[in-house]
């Protein structure tokens, strides 16, 4: 296991359907987020799971967008109804709940949407 | 709410160069900063962290400090690199919360040959 796993890398979908992403987080992480990156902004946080659990939610994610850790390992992402004003670069990362570790996050290569 | 502010927005600089990039933050309450670099349509490359306790990170060419009180991180890189081309993104994660990070607009760097 070498890192944060996202599927798939791209994808292009007609306004109106919906779309599933996938993120494998490090195998020993049990903190896992979800971020949205637009061109040329940095990213920002949408949702984050420790464990199974979803413990925060940003009002970016609006009521088409929901996010299950369901065994606290992989998560999805899903997005119902795409709208143009989806299309993104959507980043998922996973970190240690150990002190330890600083509490680092890891970044995976991303999904990016597009919504035509 | 956190605001992160990088500037400058873009740097173009000839090779060998040493340059710094700015981060800004308005709530000193964190508990670390990260520095990333992103190349073109890829993800996140974990650089330098810093703990809200420590004043700098060194890691080769590259310096990361960090001033809570004021507010500010500054990443220096040293000698610059035609591959050292890259956005550079700062993010803080605030204090006693689920681990969030907050991140700045970016600065695109070109580094040329």
């Known amino acids: 296991d070498t890192g944060v796993s996202q599927d798939p890398r791209h994808k292009i979908t007609k306004r109106g359907q919906n779309v599933t992403f996938r993120c494998d987080p490090i195998?020993?992480?049990?903190?896992l987020y979800w971020y949205r990156q637009t061109l040329g902004q940095g990213p920002e946080f949408l949702t984050y799971?420790?464990?199974?659990?979803?413990?925060?939610k940003s009002r970016l994610l609006s009521d088409r967008f929901s996010a299950e850790r369901p065994k606290g390992s992989f998560s999805t992402l899903e997005i119902q109804r795409t709208e143009q004003g989806d299309s993104a670069m959507y980043l998922c990362?996973?970190?240690?709940?150990?002190?330890?570790?600083?509490?680092?996050?890891?970044f995976g290569p991303g999904t990016r949407l597009t919504v035509t | 709410k956190q605001e992160v502010t990088q500037i400058p927005a873009a740097l173009s600089v000839p090779e060998g160069e040493n340059l710094v990039l700015n981060c800004s933050f308005t709530?000193?309450?964190?508990?670390?900063l990260q520095w990333f670099r992103q190349d073109p349509g890829k993800g996140l490359t974990s650089l330098l962290l810093?703990?809200?306790?420590?004043r700098e990170q060194t890691s080769g060419r590259l310096n990361a400090s960090l001033d809570k009180s004021s507010g500010r991180s500054t990443l220096y890189i040293a000698a610059s690199q035609p591959g050292d081309s890259a956005t550079y993104l700062c993010?803080?994660?605030?204090?006693?919360?689920?681990?969030?990070?907050?991140f700045g607009g970016g600065t695109r760097l070109m580094v040329k040959p």
């Open positions: 990362a996973s970190s240690p709940y150990i002190s330890t570790s600083n509490y680092e996050q890891y």
């Open positions: 195998s020993e992480h049990n903190r």
């Open positions: 810093i703990q809200s306790s420590q």
């Open positions: 709530d000193s309450a964190i508990y670390n």
């Open positions: 799971f420790q464990n199974e659990a979803q413990l925060e």
């Open positions: 993010a803080v994660r605030r204090n006693n919360a689920g681990n969030m990070l907050t």
